[in-house]
């Protein structure tokens, strides 16, 4: 693995398999026994047409790794960070949570449920010593991926506010780069309706559709 060849611990986990993310809980947690902060970021973006019945198998695929997986996780590592009495959870969810882009709708379902999810898991875990945060990115290009989508964020410069958004005294619950901000309060701002439509030409990327 590349992390692993950069000196990081690695510990392979399929979030859709219970199985293997209890064993790869107990194998970090032997490992690193005062583990404070778990990270969740399942997610897969899968083209769907939706008026082929075909795409079901896409969108369950979707819910059972960007959704489910999620909850997996969390369920797996609450009791250690209930058990310290502090820690952190950050959830990873994606402008689509609030801005859906047509030709993902799944995908854009899953990380609204996701981000649904990370506001009860905080009220609930109120008091625990235990904070959720929820890390919500626009478009980011990882290195040499910036042709893919011109519009999307540098990896790097996504890095760099994410972790000064981060290190801010309270941590905000949720961490908002300025290029997300269109799309987190595109609701509120009265731009919503605009935005999906111009995001709707995205529809061209299906097979056999033309816009």
């Not at 905080?122 to 910036?146: M, N, Y």
């Amino acid at each position: 693995m590349e992390l692993a060849g950069e000196g990081f611990g690695t510990i392979s986990i399929d979030v859709t398999d219970s199985a293997s993310v209890a064993s790869a809980r107990d194998a970090v947690l032997a490992r690193y026994p005062e583990l404070d902060t778990v990270v969740t970021m399942p997610g897969v973006m899968l083209l769907e047409d939706l008026r082929d019945p075909a795409h079901f198998e896409a969108a369950e695929t979707t819910i059972d790794t960007n959704l489910v997986g999620t909850i997996r996780v969390i369920d797996a590592f609450t009791p250690h960070l209930v058990r310290r009495g502090a820690g952190t959870f950050i959830t990873v969810t994606s402008g689509i949570a609030f801005l859906p882009l047509p030709p993902m709708p799944t995908c854009a379902a899953s990380k609204a449920a996701v981000h649904a999810y990370s506001e009860a898991l905080r009220a609930q875990l109120d008091g625990t010593g235990v904070s959720v945060v929820e890390l919500v990115p626009p478009a980011v290009a990882a290195a040499g991926q910036e042709k893919v989508n011109p519009h999307a964020l540098p990896l790097d410069d996504f890095a760099t506010e994410v972790m000064q958004l981060l290190s801010e005294d309270p941590t905000p619950r949720e961490i908002l780069v300025k290029g997300v901000l269109m799309h987190r309060w595109a609701e509120r701002d009265g731009t919503y309706d605009d935005l999906v439509a111009q995001r709707s030409q995205a529809l061209a990327m299906l097979p056999g559709r033309e816009g």
